[in-house]
């Protein structure tokens, strides 16, 4: 099996067994953003605990094989990571999809989705789930976690 029929198998299943699928109760953030170009769509919800760890991350949403296996792989990938490390994920993540290197390491499952590099128009698919944790965690920082609000 090439390497590249080895990463289709892997998004091929997270698309057709998404991890992670559901609403969250008492989420910390819940957001919703959609990919006009492919009419992807999807909800993320998270919750962090006080020690600044993503306790949970699932999703809803429809869309493409590509945007529904980003969401199954980056909810699992993120869970249990604090807040700094689920960052170095995602731009290690941003940085390989647009032409960077790589770090399979860190990245995990999320490294099959390299060959979305290829088609330009799929990268948006690829990372809709990631904008949407990214702006889940700028809420969190703004918040300023559990103490010290004026
Ligand atoms: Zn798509």
């Not at 299943?13 to 953003?33: M, V, Y």
């Not at 999807?42 to 962090?48: M, N, W």
């Not at 094989?65 to 290690?92: D, F, H, Q, W, Y």
Request: net charge negative.
């Amino acid at each position: 099996m090439s390497l590249g029929e080895l990463y289709r198998e892997i998004i091929m299943d997270h698309a057709q067994n998404p991890r992670n699928r559901g609403k969250l109760a008492d989420p910390s953030f819940q957001i919703g953003l959609n990919n006009p170009t492919c009419g992807d769509e999807i909800i993320l919800y998270g919750r962090v605990d006080k020690e600044g760890r993503v306790a949970e991350a699932t999703f809803e949403g429809n869309g493409c094989t590509i945007s529904m296996a980003a969401a199954s792989m980056m909810t699992e990938a993120v869970r249990g990571k604090p807040l700094t490390e689920a960052k170095n994920l995602l731009e290690a993540y941003k940085a390989m999809l647009t032409g960077g290197s790589s770090e399979p390491d860190l990245l995990g499952d999320l490294e099959s989705m390299k060959g979305v590099t290829q088609f330009p128009m799929r990268v948006k698919c690829a990372t809709l789930a990631f904008n949407a944790l990214e702006k889940g965690m700028e809420g969190i920082e703004k918040k300023g976690g559990s103490h010290g609000k004026a």
